[in-house]
């Protein structure tokens, strides 16, 4: 630089001051970038990269979710098809012939006769020796309080 500009002096009249509002706020805290030069720095957010994590954590947190409402359907599911088939045994045993009043919480043996009808005893096949007056032995069963009935042992057959 020469002389000349170094030692010009700012003239204060000449300052439009107008102008120079215009570069700065009242509001400082609303504008997007830094007002003073020893401010701090201001960058802007990838708006993207803000979006792509939270939606990435929300389907973390909707999968998990929804894997614990599908572990619980299917838990559902085997209760219902648990039920069901006590109900389908229960209906059998009902069915069958009964020489007596079964009572809740004890256990009974169910037989096939010869001509394939089913029949409710107390004995229990170790019970009857060599007599055994049925062509199959099917299953062990107690009376549950709900009248529907449990199968203990099943026959292999």
């Known amino acids: ?45 990838d708006k993207g990269k803000i979006k792509g994590r939270a939606v990435s954590a929300m389907r973390q ?29 229960s209906e059998r045993i009902y069915e069958a012939e009964m020489n007596f009043e079964p009572i809740i919480a004890h256990t009974y043996y169910m037989y096939q006769k010869k001509n394939e009808t089913d029949v409710l005893s107390l004995v229990s096949p170790a019970e009857w020796g060599r007599s ?15 009248h529907t009935w449990e199968v203990e042992a099943a026959s292999d057959d």
């Open 1 to 45: 630089m020469n002389q000349d500009t170094q030692k010009q002096k700012i003239d204060i009249d000449r300052i439009d001051l107008e102008k120079e509002r215009e570069k700065t706020t009242d509001q400082p805290g609303l504008i997007a970038f830094p007002h003073t030069v020893g401010g701090a720095v201001i960058r802007p957010e």
């Open 61 to 89: 947190q909707t999968d998990k979710q929804m894997q614990q409402l599908y572990e619980q359907a299917q838990t559902l599911a085997r209760q219902a098809q648990a039920i069901k088939e006590r109900v389908d045994i």
């Open 132 to 146: 055994h007056p049925y062509q199959a032995y099917v299953a062990k069963v107690t009376l549950l309080s709900d």
